[in-house]
């Protein structure tokens, strides 16, 4: 029989704490700046649009922060997730490089951002918050809320893009399964939703027109805070579990990864997997780190870095980042998950300082990688996380042109089983 390699954590192996990356850079971030007066916002003044405890994690220097019990129950549910060789892929490409994938897939709502749900909804509910209101792109972030609002008490409104919420149905009776309400976006029932659909009444919508909606209903109600599934410190803190646990793995096989990768949109799933990796690459460790974008929204490859507002109206704080403005519309592609103007601060700062490379694909070679993968690996990946599987056949290829070995690791982000309309 072939030789198949997964390498399944026991439960009790899974961390305990996530990695805050902040503790170990070299440098200090750029404040998020005030978007009326732009000065540096102190952590007290995000307390209208998050509960207390997310803006401690937010402003938290803390090298490692632990990981509530009642948030590690949830996780055993889904966690921790197998690592993966791709060794039919492998075989297809004759390359001499070895491809593990993450697979994040398992989790109740089919992608990693159940991670940060689970621990926000946690959070907010610690807190006396009652209701969350947030944005999402294909649903994903959407779906993973609506779930952990569920199993928090928490009530959820989602604002999804409008294309979005044409293009993807299932995932919007998803989020109703979870007792989750979802709104297309732009819509009539904010001030900045009327705005936009004034300037094109089929307008498809973006994530920053999302998230201006749901921070423009938040304001409106002091019992409701806001939940944010990409881009800010404290998400890609929850999401470090993914790479924590890929340390593990590697080490139970003992192999050390040279190129490790992932899709990237706001920043979420990528940061998740390569930051527990950094200070590897800081100590003079031969790795490398490839965030992998579409060609339609190439957020770190073509977009300035600069401070720029997270939302199209300019509600929220300015980051520094890279930008394509907020006023960027983005083309209608089915990944919807990558659509978004900006990136994490975190991420896009290591992308400045050349400790992590970005590169973008185009929708048709990216779903070309899709269904070759599904082919030989047996599982239909979500169109986001097709473009790390892109970029890894893409170095695979490389390493055989250039007769050198690789350990190339790469997260598959989550599964494309709500998305087959994409292929077709």
């Not at 972030?141 to 009530?155: C, I």
Request: hydrophobic letters at 35%; a negative charge; one cysteine or more.
């Amino acid at each position: 029989m072939r030789s198949r390699i997964r390498v399944n954590l026991p439960v009790e192996e899974m961390p305990k704490k996530w990695y805050n990356v902040k503790a170990d850079l070299p440098f200090k971030l750029d404040p998020p700046l005030h978007p009326a007066t732009q000065q540096p916002m102190k952590p007290e003044e995000l307390s209208r649009i998050f509960p207390p405890s997310i803006v401690e994690q937010e402003a938290t220097e803390e090298r490692f922060v632990e990981i509530p019990e009642e948030v590690l129950e949830e996780y055993v549910v889904f966690r921790p997730t197998p690592l993966i060789r791709a060794t039919f892929l492998e075989e297809y490409l004759q390359t001499p490089a070895r491809i593990y994938y993450k697979y994040e897939g398992t989790s109740p709502t089919g992608s990693h951002k159940t991670n940060t749900a689970l621990a926000q909804a946690f959070y907010n509910a610690k807190d006396g918050i009652k209701r969350l209101v947030t944005e999402t792109g294909a649903g994903q972030w959407g779906s993973a809320l609506s779930y952990a609002g569920r199993k928090f008490g928490l009530e959820v409104k989602v604002f999804m893009v409008r294309i979005s919420y044409e293009q993807k149905p299932m995932r919007k009776y998803m989020m109703n399964l979870f007792d989750g309400t979802v709104t297309p976006s732009p819509s009539e029932l904010t001030s900045s939703g009327k705005k936009f659909l004034s300037q094109d009444p089929s307008h498809p919508g973006s994530l920053g027109i999302a998230i201006s909606e749901a921070i423009e209903e938040v304001m409106a109600d002091p019992n409701t805070r806001y939940s944010l599934g990409s881009v800010l410190d404290h998400v890609l803190l929850h999401q470090t579990v993914i790479g924590l646990e890929i340390e593990k793995q590697l080490e139970l096989i003992g192999e050390k990864p040279t190129i490790v990768m992932g899709c990237h949109g706001g920043g979420s799933n990528f940061g998740g997997t390569v930051l527990p990796f950094i200070p590897r690459k800081l100590a003079g460790e031969n790795i490398r780190f490839v965030a992998c974008e579409p060609e339609s929204c190439p957020t770190l490859t073509k977009g300035e870095f600069r401070y720029d507002s997270g939302d199209s109206a300019g509600f929220t704080p300015l980051i520094k980042m890279y930008t394509l403005g907020k006023e960027f519309v983005p083309p209608k592609i089915h990944a919807g998950g990558l659509r978004y103007h900006g990136s994490a601060p975190i991420i896009a700062r290591l992308v400045h300082e050349g400790i992590i490379e970005a590169e973008s694909f185009d929708q048709e070679k990216t779903f070309e990688a899709a269904r070759l993968f599904a082919k030989l690996e047996g599982i239909i990946p979500a169109p986001e996380a097709a473009h790390a599987i892109a970029g890894a056949i893409k170095e695979a290829i490389a390493a055989k042109e250039e007769k050198r070995e690789e350990v190339i690791v790469f997260t598959l982000s989550g599964h494309g089983l709500m998305d087959l309309t994409a292929y077709v």
